[in-house]
C-alpha cells in the first residue's frame, strides 16, 4: 500500500469534496473537512507500522516518473525526521480544524484551505524531488496567504502581502539553488532526485557557484524559520492570522526552514557551511536574545507569543551550526549529534508547545474577552481553573522548566553546541534567563494578585477547547518525563545526515 501518497493526498480529496458541498450547509462541510483531518492523523500514524526502526536512512520511497523529459519524478520517502514533522502537522492540523469549528465566516472557504494547506506541508516532509519540494513549498504559501488576507484581524491585508513577499523572495533565491545543481550535474545524468543529488554533491567545495547555491537555500530557509534579520514579517502574520492559522504558521510552517536546513543545507554545501558556520551561529544568537527581549516588552499576548518563536528558533540554528562547525573533527562528532538531536527535538517540542499557546491566546481573545493586553487581566486562574492551569503548564514548558519538553530539547541543544562554539552558547544562555523573566512576569500580571472584577463571570474551558488543548499538554508531560523513544528515533535520521556531512562513517 502506497502509505505516503495515501496520507500526502487525503488532504487534497478532502478538499475537492468540500469543494463540491453546498456553501449554505456548514455543518456538514465542518464534519466532512474534521472527518479527513482525522483520516489523514491516522494515516500518518500508521506510517510507523510500514517503518523499519532499525534503519536510518530514507526508506518507503514510492515513485513514478513525471516530466522525464528533464529528470522530474514523483518521489517521495521518509526518515525518522521527516515521519516525525509529518504526524506533527497532522496532529496540528486536526486540532486547528476541532478549535475552528465555531468560525462562522466563509465556512467553506476557511475548511477548503485548510485541508489544501495541510497536502502542502506533508509534501515538503515527503518530497524527495527538488521540483516536487518546491511544487509543494510554494503551495503553503497560497492557503495561508488567504487565511491570514480573509480571516485575520484588522491589518490582515497588510499582514498577508508581507508574509506572501517575503517568503516569495526566498523561493525565488532557492529555486536559482536548485537550478545551479541541476545544471553542475554530468549532461547525461541531470535530475532532480534529491537522494542521487546528494550522493553525487555537483557543487562540492567553496568555490563561488557553490557559495551562491548555499547562499540561495539559505534565504530561502532563513526567512521561513524566521532568522534575525529576516524576521520582520513573522509579527504581523502571527498577530492579524486567525487563531488556528497562527497555530500552523508557529507550529509547522516555521519548521519548513529548519527542516530544510538539516535536509539540505548541511548535506549539499558541507564545506560551505561550515566556513559561514560561526557567521550562522552569531544570527542564530541575535535571534535568541533580540527575541526575548522584545518579547518581554509586549503589552499584545499573541506578539509576546510570536516574538518567543523567533528566540526559539534561534536555539535550533545554534546547533544546526554547532554541528556544521564540527566538520572534519571527529573528536567532536558526538557532541555535534547531541546538538543535531536537540535542534529536531526543539522543533518538535516547539510545534507542541507554541500551538498549545497560540490556542490558548484565541480562546481567551476570540470567544471571551476580545483582548490580548497582557495589564488587562490579573487574578484569572481564580476565574478559570482549568485555563490557567493549561497555561501556565505550556508557558512553564516554553521556559524550558525541566520534566516537560522544552526542558530536554533545549539540555541536548546546550550540552552539544556548548563543546563546539563555547562562547556562543554560553552567551546564548542569557535568552534562557529572559525567556524565564518575561514568561513568570506574563504569568504573575495574567493569572495571579486579585481578580478583576470585568472578568469575573467568564466561562472555563469548554468541551471543544479542551479537546483542542489537552493532547498538546499530555505531549509535553510525557516527552518531558521520558524523552528516549523520541529522542532515539530522531537520533536515527540525524546520524544519517551526519553520515552525509561527513562527520561519521
Same mark, same amino acid.
Given at each position: 500500500?502506497?502509505?505516503?501518497?495515501?496520507? %500526502?493526498?487525503?488532504?487534497?480529496?478532502?478538499?475537492?469534496?468540500?469543494?463540491?458541498?453546498?456553501?449554505?450547509?456548514?455543518?456538514?462541510?465542518?464534519?466532512?473537512?474534521?472527518?479527513?483531518?482525522?483520516?489523514?492523523?491516522?494515516?500518518?500514524?500508521?506510517? /510507523?507500522?510500514?517503518?523499519?526502526?532499525?534503519?536510518?536512512?530514507?526508506?518507503?520511497?514510492?515513485?513514478?516518473a513525471?516530466?522525464?523529459?528533464?529528470?522530474?519524478?514523483?518521489?517521495v520517502?521518509?526518515?525518522?525526521?521527516?515521519?516525525?514533522?509529518?504526524?506533527?502537522?497532522t496532529?496540528?492540523?486536526l486540532?486547528?480544524?476541532? *478549535?475552528?469549528?465555531?468560525?462562522?465566516?466563509?465556512?467553506?472557504?476557511?475548511?477548503?484551505?485548510?485541508?489544501?494547506?495541510?497536502?502542502?506541508?506533508?509534501?515538503?516532509?515527503?518530497?524527495?524531488?527538488?521540483?516536487?519540494? *518546491?511544487?509543494?513549498? &510554494?503551495?503553503? %504559501?497560497?492557503?495561508?496567504?488567504?487565511l491570514?488576507?480573509?480571516?485575520?484581524?484588522?491589518?490582515?491585508?497588510?499582514?498577508?502581502?508581507?508574509?506572501?513577499?517575503?517568503? #516569495?523572495?526566498?523561493?525565488?533565491?532557492?529555486?536559482?539553488?536548485?537550478?545551479?545543481?541541476?545544471?553542475?550535474l554530468?549532461?547525461?545524468?541531470r535530475?532532480?532526485?534529491?537522494l542521487?543529488?546528494? &550522493?553525487?554533491?555537483p557543487?562540492?567545495g567553496? !568555490?563561488?557557484?557553490t557559495? #551562491?547555491?548555499?547562499?540561495?537555500?539559505? /534565504?530561502?530557509f532563513?526567512?521561513?524559520?524566521?532568522?534575525?534579520?529576516?524576521?520582520?514579517w513573522? =509579527?504581523?502574520?502571527?498577530?492579524?492570522?486567525?487563531t488556528?492559522?497562527?497555530?500552523?504558521?508557529?507550529?509547522?510552517?516555521l519548521?519548513?526552514?529548519?527542516? !530544510?536546513f538539516?535536509?539540505?543545507?548541511?548535506?549539499?554545501?558541507?564545506?560551505?557551511f561550515?566556513?559561514h558556520?560561526?557567521l550562522?551561529?552569531?544570527?542564530?544568537l541575535?535571534?535568541?536574545? *533580540?527575541?526575548?527581549?522584545?518579547?518581554?516588552?509586549?503589552?499584545?499576548?499573541?506578539k #509576546?507569543?510570536?516574538?518567543?518563536?523567533?528566540?526559539?528558533?534561534?536555539?535550533?540554528?545554534?546547533?544546526?551550526?554547532?554541528?556544521?562547525?564540527?566538520r572534519?573533527?571527529?573528536?567532536?562528532?558526538? =557532541?555535534?549529534?547531541?546538538?543535531?538531536?536537540? +535542534?529536531? #527535538?526543539?522543533?518538535l +517540542?516547539?510545534?507542541?508547545?507554541?500551538?498549545?499557546?497560540f490556542?490558548?491566546?484565541?480562546?481567551?481573545?476570540?470567544?471571551r474577552?476580545?483582548?490580548?493586553?497582557?495589564?488587562?487581566?490579573?487574578?484569572?486562574?481564580?476565574?478559570? =481553573?482549568? *485555563? !490557567?492551569?493549561v497555561?501556565i503548564t505550556?508557558?512553564?514548558?516554553?521556559?524550558?522548566?525541566?520534566? /516537560?519538553? !522544552?526542558?530536554v530539547?533545549?539540555?541536548?541543544?546546550?550540552?552539544?553546541?556548548?563543546?563546539?562554539?563555547p562562547?556562543?552558547?554560553?552567551?546564548?544562555?542569557?535568552?534562557?534567563?529572559?525567556?524565564?523573566?518575561?514568561? /513568570?512576569?506574563?504569568?504573575?500580571?495574567?493569572?495571579?494578585?486579585p481578580?478583576?472584577?470585568?472578568?469575573?463571570?467568564?466561562?472555563?474551558?469548554?468541551?471543544?477547547?479542551?479537546w483542542?488543548?489537552?493532547?498538546?499538554?499530555?505531549?509535553?508531560?510525557?516527552?518531558?518525563?521520558?524523552?528516549r523513544?523520541?529522542?532515539?528515533?530522531?537520533?536515527?535520521?540525524?546520524?544519517q545526515?551526519?553520515?552525509?556531512?561527513?562527520?561519521?562513517?
Open positions: 500500500m502506497p502509505i505516503l501518497t495515501v496520507t %500526502l493526498f487525503l488532504p487534497l480529496l478532502g478538499t475537492l469534496v468540500v469543494l463540491f458541498l453546498p456553501p449554505h450547509d456548514p455543518h456538514r462541510i465542518r464534519r466532512v473537512t474534521l472527518g479527513f483531518a482525522g483520516l489523514t492523523f491516522l494515516s500518518s500514524l500508521a506510517i /510507523l507500522s510500514y517503518f523499519d526502526f532499525g534503519r536510518r536512512e530514507i526508506q518507503l520511497l514510492e515513485q513514478a513525471w516530466i522525464p523529459a528533464i529528470g522530474v519524478q514523483y518521489k520517502g521518509v526518515d525518522s525526521m521527516s515521519l516525525a514533522l509529518a504526524i506533527l502537522t496532529l496540528l492540523t486540532l486547528s480544524v476541532v *478549535y475552528s469549528l465555531r468560525v462562522e465566516e466563509r465556512v467553506k472557504e476557511y475548511n477548503l484551505l485548510f485541508l489544501l494547506l495541510e497536502t502542502g506541508m506533508l509534501g515538503v516532509f515527503f518530497a524527495l524531488d527538488f521540483f516536487l519540494f *518546491y511544487v509543494f513549498w &510554494e503551495l503553503t %504559501l497560497v492557503p495561508m496567504y488567504f491570514i488576507g480573509i480571516w485575520g484581524g484588522p491589518r490582515r491585508e497588510y499582514a498577508a502581502i508581507k508574509f506572501f513577499l517575503y517568503t #516569495l523572495v526566498g523561493s525565488l533565491a532557492m529555486l536559482l539553488a536548485i537550478l545551479l545543481l541541476y545544471f553542475h554530468p549532461p547525461g545524468e535530475t532532480f532526485d534529491v542521487r543529488i546528494l &550522493e553525487i554533491r557543487l562540492s567553496t !568555490g563561488l557557484v557559495q #551562491l547555491a548555499f547562499w540561495g537555500f539559505f /534565504l530561502s532563513a526567512i521561513k524559520v524566521p532568522m534575525w534579520p529576516f524576521h520582520t513573522l =509579527p504581523d502574520a502571527h498577530v492579524e492570522a486567525p488556528a492559522g497562527s497555530v500552523i504558521l508557529a507550529a509547522i510552517l519548521k519548513l526552514g529548519t527542516y !530544510g538539516v535536509r539540505f543545507s548541511l548535506p549539499l554545501f558541507p564545506e560551505v561550515q566556513q558556520a560561526s550562522i551561529a552569531v544570527l542564530a541575535i535571534g535568541i536574545i *533580540y527575541g526575548a527581549l522584545v518579547a518581554m516588552a509586549q503589552q499584545d499576548l499573541k #509576546l507569543v510570536a516574538y518567543s518563536s523567533v528566540n526559539h528558533m534561534g536555539y535550533v540554528m545554534l546547533a544546526v551550526a554547532a554541528a556544521a562547525a564540527a572534519g573533527k571527529p573528536e567532536l562528532a558526538g =557532541p555535534a549529534a547531541t546538538a543535531l538531536n536537540g +535542534a529536531v #527535538l526543539e522543533m +517540542a516547539h510545534g507542541v508547545i507554541t500551538g498549545a499557546l490556542l490558548i491566546v484565541g480562546v481567551l481573545y476570540d470567544y474577552t476580545h483582548t490580548r493586553g497582557v495589564e488587562d487581566f490579573g487574578g484569572l486562574w481564580a476565574v478559570l =481553573p482549568k *485555563y !490557567g492551569a497555561t505550556a508557558m512553564f514548558a516554553s521556559l524550558g522548566l525541566p520534566g /516537560l519538553m !522544552g526542558f530539547a533545549e539540555f541536548l541543544i546546550f550540552v552539544g553546541s556548548f563543546a563546539i562554539l562562547v556562543h552558547t554560553a552567551i546564548a544562555a542569557v535568552g534562557i534567563i529572559v525567556t524565564a523573566a518575561f514568561f /513568570l512576569w506574563t504569568i504573575q500580571r495574567i493569572f495571579l494578585g481578580p478583576n472584577p470585568r472578568w469575573g463571570n467568564l466561562p472555563d474551558l469548554d468541551r471543544r477547547e479542551a483542542a488543548l489537552v493532547p498538546l499538554v499530555v505531549l509535553m508531560i510525557v516527552f518531558g518525563v521520558y524523552p523513544p523520541l529522542v532515539e528515533f530522531i537520533n536515527l535520521s540525524t546520524t545526515v551526519m553520515q552525509l556531512v561527513g562527520l561519521v562513517r
